[in-house]
T-cell receptor, first 115, second 114 residues
Framework: KQEVTQIPAALSVPEGENLVLNCSFT??????LQWFRQDPGKGLTSLLL?????REQTSGRLNASLDKSSGRSTLYIAASQPGDSATYLC??????????????FGQGTILTVHP | DTGVSQDPRHKITKRGQNVTFRCDPI?????LYWYRQTLGQGPEFLTY????????KSRLLSDRFSAERPKGSFSTLEIQRTEQGDSAMYLC????????????FGPGTRLTVT
């Protein structure tokens, strides 16, 4: 059974810092990996999707990397801003096993960027 | 707005009542997924449709839950005889093509059972 773990569970940083969020997964049989942002009480906003054949994706101040063989992904946020404060979720789209074709999510990292 | 929409956004109900949620996927997306998210946790898969066919249901989906997607368009999720443990955010997502397609999420329906 696929398991996704995100570290740290919570992170508080001053504005302007660069930061890294970590995601690990136990089964490397995946189609892709997505990073989402979730504001309190809201739905999920997709930030980046990395296909299993890719190593990284970039969008603005965000950069996500994927090492499928080791079961790890990182989300790098450059020059953090208070508006980046949210919960960040990592999800893998499973290519096998009992979760075939569905997303398995981590528990999220709660990010607070203070002015 | 061409994104995934869900209705209602919030629902408060008393234990034992039935509730129904609606999801409208992105037009032409053939796959539609339902997930449930409890406080402090990541979303968990409930069920999914390819066109109008319900292809899989999670063990989380008890007999009190039923989902439909008539004509392969919008979908409904009904919970009968609600329990306090059903309180959660119910998220809908849609995708196009095969199982590897990117899933786009709606704003969710927050259910509170009192």
């Amino acid at each position: 059974k696929q398991e996704v773990t995100q570290i740290p569970a919570a992170l508080s940083v001053p504005e302007g810092e660069n930061l890294v969020l970590n995601c690990s997964f136990t089964d490397s049989a995946i189609y892709n990996l997505q990073w989402f942002r979730q504001d309190p009480g809201k739905g999920l906003t997709s930030l980046l999707l990395i296909q299993s054949s890719q190593r990284e994706q970039t969008s603005g101040r965000l950069n996500a990397s994927l090492d499928k063989s080791s079961g790890r992904s990182t989300l790098y946020i450059a020059a953090s801003q208070p508006g980046d404060s949210a919960t960040y979720l990592c999800a893998v789209n499973n290519a096998g096993g009992t979760s075939y074709g569905k997303l398995t999510f981590g528990q999220g990292t709660i990010l607070t960027v203070h002015p | 707005d061409t994104g995934v929409s869900q209705d209602p956004r919030h629902k408060i109900t008393k234990r034992g009542q039935n509730v129904t949620f609606r999801c409208d996927p992105i037009s032409e997306h053939n796959r539609l997924y339902w997930y449930r998210q409890t406080l402090g946790q990541g979303p968990e898969f409930l069920t999914y449709f390819q066109n109008e066919a319900q292809l899989e249901k999670s063990r989380l989906l008890s007999d009190r839950f039923s989902a439909e997607r008539p004509k392969g368009s919008f979908s409904t999720l009904e919970i009968q005889r609600t329990e306090q443990g059903d309180s959660a955010m119910y998220l809908c997502a849609s995708s196009f093509g095969g199982l590897s397609g990117e899933q786009y999420f709606g704003p969710g329906t927050r259910l509170t059972v009192t």
